[in-house]
């Protein structure tokens, strides 16, 4: 099968590199992800990825910590996820290039956003790192700027549930799941995909996002082929109205 998309950007949250252990880095759980990623990444797909830094340290958690300072502490747990994704990443033989949004010379290069491109078009899976270099803003909302800048065609967002449902599905049995939502719906019904600033940049921009689980890494594959799983975000899908 072919992919039937030529460049992503895949989102993942910091707690799932933790795996069992609920914390930290578990390295069999992130080669496991890096193996998915290199299947999509030897079919031609460009891979953009953007990691969150929750298996290390919440920002929003911090107690009476300044939220700058706090945020700042976040996008410093980003950066090691983003060196342990690059460094399975390379252990499997796949070029990698981690970026930061704030300078770090000696161990990442600075985000640039054309160097980033040029990555991409040579094959190397780039990962970005810091979010987007400021605080209050989620990684959630680096994913969706990082897609836009980049021009992906979709953003892959992997989670611990298998799509969108109109409640909480750990809490409520009769959570309704959804195939096809409008970045309007997540915005109106407030649903938990993203952070409304994510979503609204993901609306201006028509980037679609496909939300599903991550507990199988092959998920990323069946993502890329098209396959039918979780929930796919795009405009023109209505099904609350």
Avoid at 5 to 19: D, F, H, M, Q
Avoid at 39 to 60: K, P, Q, T, Y
Avoid at 96 to 107: D, E, N, P, S
């Amino acid at each position: 099968m072919q992919p039937v998309y030529k460049r992503i950007l895949l989102k993942l949250s910091g707690e799932v590199l933790a795996g069992p252990q609920g914390h930290g880095i578990d390295f069999d759980t992130v080669l496991n992800i890096c193996k998915a990623v290199k299947a999509c990444s030897d079919m031609g797909v460009e891979i953009g990825l953007v990691v969150g830094g929750g298996n290390f340290w919440r920002g929003r958690s911090s107690g009476e910590m300044d939220r700058t300072r706090a945020d700042h502490m976040g996008m410093l747990a980003t950066v090691m996820n983003s060196l342990a994704l690059a460094d399975a990443l390379e252990q499997l033989e796949v070029p990698v290039r981690v970026q930061t949004a704030i300078a770090m010379q000696q161990i990442a290069e600075p985000y640039i956003r054309n160097r980033a491109i040029r990555h991409l078009e040579k094959g190397r899976v780039v990962i970005f790192g810091c979010g987007t270099g400021n605080p209050f803003f989620t990684t959630d909302t680096a994913a969706a700027l990082r897609a836009a800048e980049i021009d992906a065609d979709i953003i892959f967002k992997a989670t611990n549930v298998d799509g969108v449902y109109d409640r909480d599905p750990n809490k409520f049995d009769d959570a309704v799941k959804f195939d096809t939502l409008s970045h309007f719906d997540i915005l109106q019904k407030d649903l938990n995909v993203m952070d409304s600033t994510a979503a609204s940049l993901c609306k201006d921009n028509n980037i679609p996002i496909l939300v599903f689980n991550l507990d199988n890494p092959s998920n990323i594959v069946d993502a890329v082929l098209g396959k039918n799983i979780g929930t796919i975000v795009k405009e023109d899908e209505t099904p609350w109205r």
